[in-house]
């Protein structure tokens, strides 16, 4: 577990994210497989808040419930994605599930 967010955290340090000093923050996670679940528990371990989404709800509430999250479900998807402080996607690439009208100013 504490090897896989390692592995992420260094990951994700490339593109200029850091997982730690979260606390507080509010974090949209997206996927529930192996990535997710060292992210969840990075958030968990630094005192964020997550929320979860994944298109299989059950695997999505097994995260949820090992990790204090909350779920995310599909309908209430672009609500979230406008009131998280971070979004962090673990699905493959490729795969769209945001739409980039959610994330601009009319």
């Known amino acids: 577990k504490e090897s896989s967010f390692?592995?992420?955290?260094?990951?994700?340090?490339?593109?200029g994210i850091k997982i730690q000093n979260k606390k507080n923050k509010t974090?949209?996670?997206?996927g529930?497989?192996?990535?997710?679940?060292a992210v969840a528990y990075s958030i968990q371990k630094n005192?964020?808040?997550?929320?979860?989404?994944?298109?299989?709800?059950?695997?999505?509430e097994n995260i949820a419930a090992k990790?204090?999250?909350?779920?995310?479900?599909?309908?209430?998807?672009e609500k979230v994605c406008k009131n998280v402080d971070?979004?962090?996607?673990t699905v493959p690439t490729g795969i769209k599930i945001l739409k980039d009208k959610w994330f601009h100013s009319k």
Do not use: P, W
């Open 6 to 15: 390692c592995h992420i955290s260094m990951e994700l340090k490339k593109f």
């Open 27 to 30: 974090i949209l996670l997206i």
């Open 32 to 37: 529930a497989g192996g990535a997710a679940k």
């Open 67 to 77: 990790y204090s999250a909350e779920i995310c479900l599909h309908e209430d998807l």
């Open 47 to 60: 005192g964020g808040f997550v929320n979860i989404y994944n298109r299989t709800q059950s695997k999505a």
């Open 86 to 89: 971070i979004i962090i996607n």
